[in-house]
């Protein structure tokens, strides 16, 4: 193992047969501490870079069928935009994605009003989610030819409203062909835990075009009935032979898509000019569909790419027979998301 400093940027590369993980650049940051840019790659397979600011994916390059790699995330290319995002782009969502009716829950009978940051909504864990926070890097590690990027970060009782100290330990675990989403977490208090990563993906490579032409087949029957605000009403309803049934595979189109299925298996995103493919399965009940048709709003261009968002229900903790979302005192939270890649 080597380790070089040069001019504020660390740079520390090892082998692992043909294999490379480095941290390649460190912005430091007078008010939230440096944040690091950390990066595996895989030789003819794909690569990815991590920053411990909110956990991002900045970036995720995938071989087409011809050999040739390119970024499918969308990302930023300047620290700023980071931090004044508002799109959530490629971060660790938490302490609760999704929405959470007028940011009111009931926990043990007491009621805690969480911050309202979308309207009269609790929205992705609220104004300074996890997607703003700097996560302490605990290192590399290596298993069975995979990298494991290991992150850490302790959100404390009352941020944002949330009861409890939880400690949060996520794990991306790299492959040639594979990138696992590992989450675990405890808490000193009862509390509500939901996350999930919020990366746009366009398997193109191209984020001058749209994600119509990008095929997707969820494994899923039925989808969320939600009010005008995107709030769940309670109850699920059947997607056959409406615009929401992708149960047999088919073009995203340009229809707009902002959406919880209630996933049974996987779903699986193609890009036939391409040839690039991803498959997702997860340990989540939930998958939110958004074609980002509201990325104007944050500075950006609408539909540059489509969030595939593996979750527990939106707003369940209002709602008794949703997942049960409740994380107690004592108990270790463990649940995981899996993106295979593949050409065709």
Known sequence: MSIILRENKLIMLKSIRRERYSIIEIWPDKTCGDVKILRVEFENGISIEIMNLGGIIR???????????????????????YFQDKAYVGCIIGRYANRIKKGIINLNGKNYQLSCNHGQHHLHGGYNGFDKQIW????????????????????????EGYPGTIKVNVEYIVSYNSLEISYSATTDEDTIFNPTNHSYFNLSGDFQSTIDDHWLKI?????????????????????????YDFSKGKLIGNDLFDICYD??????????????AMEITT??????????????????????GVCLETQFFPDSPNHAHFNDTVLRRGSVFSNNTIYSFMSY
């Open 59 to 81: 970036s995720l390059e995938v071989p087409d069928r011809e050999g040739n790699r390119k970024n499918i995330v969308l990302n930023y290319d300047s620290l700023s935009y």
């Open 136 to 159: 302490t890097f605990q290192g590399f590690d290596e298993l069975d030819k995979r990298v494991i990027i290991k992150l850490s970060h302790t959100s404390f009782n009352g941020e």
């Open 219 to 243: 494994a899923a029957s039925k989808i969320l009935s939600v009010s005008h605000d995107l709030i769940p009403d309670g109850s699920l309803i059947p997607v056959e032979g409406s615009v």
């Open 263 to 276: 996933l049974k298996q996987s779903a699986i995103l193609r890009h036939e000019p391409s040839g690039r």
């Open 283 to 304: 340990s989540f009940p939930g998958l939110q569909l958004y074609t980002a048709d509201y990325l104007e709003e944050a500075g950006l261009t609408n539909r540059m």
